[in-house]
């Protein structure tokens, strides 16, 4: 019996409106338009570094901390980016005044940096029926999202209220690993109040780390089958790997 479901966030409950590599550029450089305006309040921007300059910057080390977590399942925050980019400035005197940026700050650089992101992120047509109907049928249900920054998954929640539905919200940003470190679904499934008796849980997402995720955490998995693929995509090599096209499928396999 299904005492249990975990889900992914986007392309699983929610579906980008453009997935587009450049659409995804054009969002975080919107963001980080809008970082600049803090960094000039604060009086830490210097007005002979271009806002094209620091881009480059954020984003070849954003990369780079990308790279690094893929290997080592180690989440860096957007928040932990900014810090390092800025202090890295610093140390060249290419910005001043760092004494003026506390951690709250930096938290509201990274909520900046995703803001555009959260216009683009929109709910699937079955998502909240099917949310509705699994609560009814007292399921417990979390979500784990691998994403840099906490609280944007929580904005885009709450924005289509759809956070209550989840307990907890967990996201790598968070927890500190990315999925498929088991150990982040270890930790979700004791805050659902649960434990994998008789094969109980449920893992539902789109992707590698969903499902192998799943698997070293030894609990049940469904692939939701994306339309789009995505650049360096692993293929998931799951003997009887059980998939749905709509996230509202997955009811057929609560008994």
């Known amino acids: 019996m299904i005492k249990g479901i975990i889900f992914d966030f986007g392309f699983t409950l929610f579906h980008f409106i453009n997935p587009s590599v450049e659409r995804y550029y054009e969002c975080y450089k919107n963001g980080l338009e809008k970082s600049i305006e803090i960094l000039k309040e604060k009086q830490i921007w210097n007005e002979n570094l271009s806002p094209e300059s620091f881009f480059e910057e954020f984003i070849k080390r954003r990369q780079n901390f990308f790279k690094e977590s893929i290997k080592t399942k180690t989440e860096f925050p957007t928040s932990m980016i900014f810090k390092s980019v800025l202090e890295s400035l610093g140390e060249e005197k290419i910005v001043s005044n760092l004494e003026h940026i506390d951690e709250n700050t930096y938290d509201k650089l990274a909520e900046l940096y995703h803001s555009c992101e959260e216009d683009e992120w929109k709910p699937f047509e079955k998502t909240r029926q099917t949310l509705e109907t699994l609560t009814e049928m007292k399921l417990k249900l979390a979500l784990i999202s691998n994403h840099p920054n906490h609280k944007t998954i929580k904005n885009m929640l709450k924005r289509h209220d759809l956070a209550k539905f989840f307990n907890p919200i967990m996201t790598s940003a968070k927890h500190g690993k ?6 982040i679904f270890f930790y979700t499934i004791e805050k659902m109040g649960l434990k994998n008796q008789n094969n109980s849980i449920i893992m539902c997402g789109d992707e590698y780390a ?5 698997q070293r955490a030894n609990i ?11 650049p360096f995509e692993k293929e998931i090599n799951v003997e009887n790997l059980r998939k749905i096209s709509i996230i509202s499928e997955i009811l057929d396999y609560i008994y």
């Open 210 to 214: 969903d499902i192998i995720g799943a």
């Open 220 to 230: 049940q998995s469904i692939l939701l089958e994306r339309k789009y693929k995505f």
């Open 178 to 183: 990315r999925k498929p470190d088991p150990s």
